[in-house]
């Protein structure tokens, strides 16, 4: 019998993350399901995995580019929380056997300095209240059997969020224009693919806007401290085990993953 409750779904993939056995779409059996609904599983959700220990740190936004929206078919972007337990440094090793099916993505990060609550936060406002922006990679993953996803299936499962790996180096956005940064992606030392900072729906700055206001509409904020991954620049990889990805940003410098069983 296919779910109905918010509940029941945000145990599902409670389950789901615990036993690394992934789950068929909720649109499936519910093609009805919306944004307002996958966020209320995602809020439940959030909520067990706080009960467990986990703290969130900050938020990850996702389809922040044109060709991703066009791929799920939407037209504005998603976001999730950041979970501390997902929280990887500069060099780390991480191992395959805590995901179901990772891949990987270069991002620019920032970090608040100064709080914000929408609604009405401005792109100007955004800029004055980060602190410094740093390089970063995320790993997506999904719950969802084969990465069958619709929009409602990566907003219930906390936008396909697994783990961040963000470097040390953290610069102030002075004089910066975090559109202009450039990024080279290897693995193994060969060359995946490459992006820029305006990928990130024309400004990454604008994201955290983005962010700060569609919180702040659903009774949210973002606080001093937070981590922002502001999404992809270029197509996520698949990962495998023995790779070593490094994502080289100007100005921001490289941050490393390397993957182990």
């Known amino acids: 019998m296919p779910l109905t409750d918010v509940s029941g779904k945000a145990t599902a993939l409670y389950q ?3 036993s690394r056995q992934p789950i068929e779409p909720f649109t499936d059996a519910d093609p009805d399901l919306g944004m307002a609904d996958g966020y209320a599983i995602a809020q439940h959700l959030t909520s067990l995995l706080i009960a467990d220990g986990d703290e969130v740190i900050g938020y990850k936004v996702g389809l922040t580019s044109k060709p991703m929206q066009q ?5 504005q972007p998603d976001h999730g929380p950041v979970l501390k337990s997902t929280m990887y440094a500069d060099g780390d090793a991480v191992s395959l056997a805590s995901f179901i099916q ?3 993505e270069a991002e620019i ?4 300095g100064t709080g914000l609550r929408g609604p009405g936060v401005t792109v100007i406002q955004a800029r004055q209240a980060i602190s410094g922006m740093t390089a970063a990679m995320e790993i997506v993953d999904s719950r969802i059997a084969d990465w069958r996803i619709k929009l409602a299936d990566t907003v ?3 936008a396909s969020n697994g783990a961040v790996a963000v470097s040390s180096r953290l610069l102030p956005l002075d004089g910066l224009d975090p559109r202009l940064i450039g990024m080279a992606l290897t693995r193994n030392g060969e060359l995946v693919d490459t992006g820029a900072g305006a990928a990130a729906l024309g400004d990454p700055v604008a994201v955290v806007a983005w962010l700060a206001n ?3 509409d659903m009774g949210g904020s973002l606080e001093p401290g937070h981590l922002i991954m502001t999404g992809a620049l270029h197509a996520a990889v698949p990962m495998r085990s023995g790779d070593v990805f490094r994502a080289e940003f100007d100005r921001l410098g490289p941050v490393t993953v390397r993957v182990v069983d």
């Open 16 to 18: 789901a993350r615990r």
């Open 71 to 75: 791929l799920i078919g939407v037209d």
């Open 102 to 104: 990772p891949k990987i």
């Open 109 to 112: 990060a920032f970090v608040l």
């Open 156 to 158: 219930a499962d906390l």
């Open 214 to 216: 569609t919180l702040g």
